[in-house]
Nanobody
Framework: QVQLVESGGGLVQAGGSLRLSCAAS????????MGWFRQAPGREREFVAG????????DYAESVKDRFTISLDSARNTWYLQMNSLKSDDSAIYYC????????????????WGQGTQVTVSS
């Protein structure tokens, strides 16, 4: 069973930056897409960014393109979400997730989830 642990959330002013990390307890060949989702109060969980284990593919939600960057350190079984130019709308609980699908972008495609880390952006 793969366990995922996020870190790096916190409180930041609008325009600031944060980097989230997700450490996986193990690497298995069946985990092909790593991703980040977020969920704000009263809203559905939404896809933020995804990356293939090979690093050959990434995808982003339109709302975070050109501001967020997903990356992967396969040697450490860890992936990251660099968030720049943060806005108050980015405030949410951020979850990392892993999927056996190759180009997963929906929550139902992801099999393993972290516990979430809070990101709060003050205006």
């Amino acid at each position: 069973q793969v366990q995922l642990v996020e870190s790096g959330g916190g409180l930041v002013q609008a325009g600031g930056s944060l980097r989230l990390s997700c450490a996986a307890s193990e690497r298995t060949v069946s985990r092909n897409t790593m991703g980040w989702f977020r969920q704000a109060p009263g809203r559905e969980r939404e896809f933020v960014a995804g990356i293939r284990w090979s690093g050959s593919w990434t995808d982003y939600a339109e709302s975070v393109k050109d501001r967020f960057t997903i990356s992967l350190d396969s040697a450490r079984n860890t992936w990251y979400l660099q968030m720049n130019s943060l806005k108050s709308d980015d405030s949410a609980i951020y979850y990392c997730a892993a999927s056996k699908e190759h180009f997963a972008t929906t929550a139902r495609e992801f099999n393993f989830w972290g516990q979430g880390t809070q990101v709060t952006v003050s205006s």
